[in-house]
């Protein structure tokens, strides 16, 4: 009976089972169409009020003057001219200069960042010698240092592909030395009474444990190398999304410098989607992904 009750168990069970689907899985986690409706919840909640916004982008300009519509153009307008430069393929000159830029730099610097987060975070004497000139650095701020990489590095590619370093780079640096240093100290003493070395203590127990402090400082420094790279492509650059802001101002082109700025946000949310995806891939162990 019990060998009957067992095989139930394991059919209702089975993949090929219509139950499965809506069935947790071993971890408590729901999946199949149960895990899809919290996403598709979350998704129409949060579009709610983007659609409210470009709602009253397109009725807000009527309740000023016709001078005021002109420096404000309804929302429809400024999709039509965002539309006329990407099908021109102007925008997408612009968009791919930004985008090869910024991913760049900021490739770059997070590659440097958890480097040397990772040794400060893990030596309290390199964190003793170097934090105090870190601390000056990182109170610096990256526009106030792009006219100095302008001069040393000149015009052209490489002091934007720098400021985006220097300006994503700290993030990424503090937040991996703060995510070692607050690893619980429970998980440390678990890992140490069943005899890990130092080197399998870090690897299995407090690189993990790191992780999504780790993603926090990627995702600020992701934000902060798009903003940084758009103002100096404002300052001194002949492409970039930057430069299309700016030479549509200056060419009184205003729905046209709308859509830049349109297309900096959309390059802002893919960025920090692609992020919140891998930040979810390397911390699946996490009860509240």
Known sequence: MSTITAQASVDSASPTSPDAARAPSPGGRPRGPAKRRPRLRK???????????????????LLGSPTFQVFLPRFHVVVGAWWDLLVSGELWSHFSASLARSLVGFAIATVLGIAFGLVIGWYRAAYEMLNPLLEIFRNTAALALLPVFVLLLGIGELSKVVIVIYAAFFPVLLNTAAGLKTVDPLLIRFGKTLGLSQAALFRHIILPAAVPTIFAGIRIAGSAAILVLIAAEMVGAKSGLGFLITSSQNSFLIPQMYSGVLTIALLGLIVNSLLVGLESRFSRWRTDQ
């Open 43 to 61: 998704t129409v909640l949060g579009s709610i009020p983007i659609v409210l916004f470009a709602v009253l982008w397109e009725f807000a300009p």
